[in-house]
T-cell receptor, first 114, second 110 residues
């Protein structure tokens, strides 16, 4: 039972390099999210996708782009990495229905920009 | 004022103690309340989920929601070293937006 799967788990980038974080969920959820988590800041929403074909900015979108490739996959791209983007990134997906509203997370991607 | 406040800790307790973790919030429209446990170098894991006010119990864990006071709590009975983690509260009005507390680090000492 995989849930939400992220790759890579660890990455070191040089300033100015680009990279894409991949995320896939197997729970047939409509909504998917990318968060970053920094010490003392908690989880901050970067982008989310309410459904296949739509994406919206969250609290901290600058420096990032996203692609909702299909219902299962939602990728996060750093076009020109900066040291301020050193963080832990979590992909998540939502199940919401008449019976409830919960969000499930992947295991995280640790990114260091030097 | 932040939308969700949570005591950041760290909180250290002896094994077997009862632990109380708390969050306060300002948005009266929140209806769904969650607690997540996050071990070091891992993603947040859904621990408890509650809709509206009331209590919910699952083994050693009890979640309480008091919407009139805008206050939620997670109680851990007979705490174990394996409960050592960061605990995040989360809330939602029912759509796609979730608000998270900053987390409380808990250490349960053998």
């Amino acid at each position: 039972n995989a849930g939400v799967t992220q790759t890579p788990k660890f990455q070191v980038l040089k300033t100015g390099q680009s990279m894409t974080l991949q995320c896939a969920q197997d729970m047939n959820h409509n909504s998917m999210y990318w968060y970053r988590q920094d010490p003392g800041m908690g989880l901050r929403l970067i982008y989310y996708s309410a459904s296949e074909g739509t994406t919206d900015k969250g609290e901290v979108p600058n420096g990032y782009n996203v692609s909702r490739l299909n219902k299962r996959e939602f990728s996060l791209r750093l076009e020109s990495a900066a040291p301020s983007q050193t963080s832990v990134y979590f992909c998540a997906s939502t199940e919401y229905a008449n019976s409830g509203n919960t969000i499930y997370f992947g295991e995280g991607s640790w990114l260091t920009v030097v | 004022q932040k939308e969700v406040e949570q005591d950041p800790g760290p909180l250290s307790v002896p094994e077997g103690a009862i632990v109380s973790l708390n969050c306060t919030y300002s948005n009266s429209a929140f209806q769904y309340f969650m607690w997540y446990r996050q071990y070091s170098r891992k993603g947040p894991e859904l621990l408890m989920y509650t809709y509206s006010s009331g209590n919910k119990e699952d083994g050693r864990f009890t979640a309480q929601v008091d919407k009139s006071s805008k206050y939620i709590s997670l109680f851990i009975r007979d705490s174990q070293p394996s409960d050592s983690a960061t605990y995040l509260c989360a809330m939602s009005e029912g759509g796609q937006n979730f608000v998270f507390g900053p987390g409380t680090r808990l250490s349960v000492l053998p």
